[in-house]
């Protein structure tokens, strides 16, 4: 179960389970209102990377399969039907057959298809003549040779190689499908689902509108009537919105801010989840002087990871690697085994002195420092641990200057690697490592911002990807885990609890300790009034 704070009226917390009392009947109509944290550069969520646009747009679609939206923690026994009604694997585990549902409608009335599936695929892996801007998710489909139709209600993946995790990959809420009849750029501005939830406008930097899709596949869904995402860039004014009663659903509540919740609005329900969220450390291994290595390795014994937790979330967070450390995460190293790998032994004074031998070794010192740019995306949850950050680097003969991005222009920057030290936000798609090794660290993928390519390491997720004994399986992603950290790939820094506050009329979430990205369908929310 996930780990709930309970907010006292007097100010103090308390571990409790959350325990939602079982609704008799849920009531439909009212408009869900969120104070949302950021705005997108678009409502494509094929392009995006940000879950300023999959909160407000996953509603909008549906997927073959999903994640049950009722469980917290995604797992294969997790996934449901959704425009599929059913699946087959063949016996070598390369063919994956889907039996589609009949009678679904896009938002506009065209009729959903095999076609819009095989249209989907074929955008996602760039063998279609319309072509996205942006492709972030392109690698978790390298091993997908094409997709054929087998009649109208019929489709069937064709893989290089078995992979047991296509299912999670299909599963995720970064995977909707979408029409084959509507071009990439409508999607960007316009979006056009099958989904519960009807997209009405995007107004950027002010708000992003969806109302009930009268017309959904599910009869009875969904019970709101529409959902406004009300987008307040600053934490604390969106904070003190919700304190107003502006707002019925708040994500991204730091610790320390629990506390002004608890003393305004002592009705709320927070809880207190990790998420699959992360912060990293970005190298641009390709700008001089950062292509040395010992350079990036002094880097990274220059990190305090600890520090950032108590500093920013009052203890609440862990240490990991790469995946989600247990007992949210079901891949991530034991404790004992990271303590040994590079950068993460818990005597920081011996890491330093070890770093700043090695700066010494390449010319700096108390008298030469060198200068850089730390550059981050201009929002707080950014911005704090940079600042940490270039707190930590100076303690290695490194002087680092904030350089703040907007949102609309952080995510194409630090894919043309059009930086040189940066701070980013790993949100994993989920907690798979064909997700997150696929999309982050083999060579040439676009989210792998630092530009890290070990071809060796790509063997290994090759390997891992095609393994179906579970414990084999993990002993590859930790030998990955292993390569990584000696490598400096993408340090990761840390892993943070934050919390998500609700009003008490607010029924029916469920929230994800696994991975933010998938549990926003709301088709099941309703309000109590």
């Not at 911002?449 to 993990?474: F, H, M």
């Not at 919390?499 to 994800?512: D, H, N």
Request: glycine share 6%; net charge neutral.
């Amino acid at each position: 179960m996930r780990r709930v704070l309970a907010i006292l009226a007097t100010g103090l917390f308390a571990a409790a389970i959350a325990l939602e009392p079982s609704a008799l009947a849920q009531k439909s109509g009212g408009v869900l209102r969120v104070p949302h944290f950021d705005s997108p550069a678009s409502v494509s969520l094929h392009e995006e990377s940000t879950v300023a646009a999959n909160r407000p747009g996953m509603g909008i679609f549906n997927n073959l399969i999903l994640f049950k939206q009722d469980e917290p923690k995604n797992s294969m026994q997790a996934i449901v039907p959704e425009l599929a009604t059913g699946w087959n694997w063949n016996e070598e585990g390369t063919e994956l057959t889907f039996r589609l549902r009949n009678g679904v409608k896009w938002h506009d009335g065209s009729p959903f298809t095999v076609a819009d599936v095989k249209c989907t695929w074929d955008l996602l892996t760039g063998r279609s003549a319309e072509k996205l801007r942006i492709n972030p998710r392109k690698p978790w489909y390298a091993n997908l040779a094409e997709i054929t139709a087998n009649g109208d209600f019929e489709v069937t993946f064709h893989l290089n190689r078995p992979q047991p995790s296509l299912l999670a990959l299909l599963a995720s809420g970064w995977s909707p499908i979408y029409p084959c009849h509507v071009s990439a750029a409508q999607m960007r501005t316009h979006p056009i689902g099958t989904g519960p939830f009807k997209f009405v406008d995007f107004k950027p930097n002010q708000s992003i509108t969806v109302t009930r899709n009268r017309d959904y596949w599910k009869a009875d869904r969904p019970y709101l009537d529409g959902i406004e995402w009300n987008i307040i860039k600053d934490l604390s004014t969106r904070t003190l919105a919700f304190i107003a009663g502006k707002g019925e659903l708040l994500y991204g509540v730091t610790i320390p801010q629990l506390k002004d919740i608890a003393n305004g609005a002592p009705q709320a329900i927070c809880d207190v989840l990790i998420g699959n969220v992360r912060r990293d450390l970005l190298v641009n291994r390709d700008k001089p002087p950062f292509d040395n290595p010992e350079l990036r390795h002094a880097m990274s014994l220059a990190i305090d990871h600890q520090a950032f937790i108590d500093i920013l979330y009052q203890g609440e967070g862990t240490v990991g690697g790469a995946m989600l450390p247990a007992p949210d995460g079901l891949w991530g190293m034991p404790p004992d085994m990271l303590t040994r790998l590079p950068g993460y032994d818990p005597d920081v004074a011996k890491n330093r002195v070890e770093a700043k031998k090695i700066m010494k070794r390449l010319g700096y010192g108390p008298d030469r420092h060198l200068p850089i740019q730390v550059s981050t995306r201009n929002i707080s949850y950014y911005r704090d641990p940079a600042v940490i950050l270039i707190d930590q680097l100076r303690q290695i003969y490194i002087d680092g200057e904030l350089d703040t991005v907007d949102t609309t222009n952080w995510y194409p920057k630090v894919m043309r690697k059009d930086y040189t030290v940066g701070m980013n936000i790993t949100e994993s798609g989920l907690d798979d490592p064909d997700a997150q090794f696929y999309e982050n660290y083999v060579c040439g993928a676009a989210r792998n911002y630092t530009g890290y390519c070990n071809p060796e390491v790509d063997k290994l997720v090759e390997q891992q990807s095609a393994e179906t004994d579970i414990n084999k399986r993990k002993q590859l992603v930790w030998e990955i885990e292993k390569k990584l950290a000696a490598d400096d790939a993408r340090p990761v820094l840390f892993y943070p609890r934050g919390a998500v506050c609700r009003a008490p009329e607010l029924k029916g979430l469920t929230l994800m300790v696994s991975s933010i990205y998938n549990g926003q369908r709301f088709e099941d929310l309703w309000l109590d009034r």
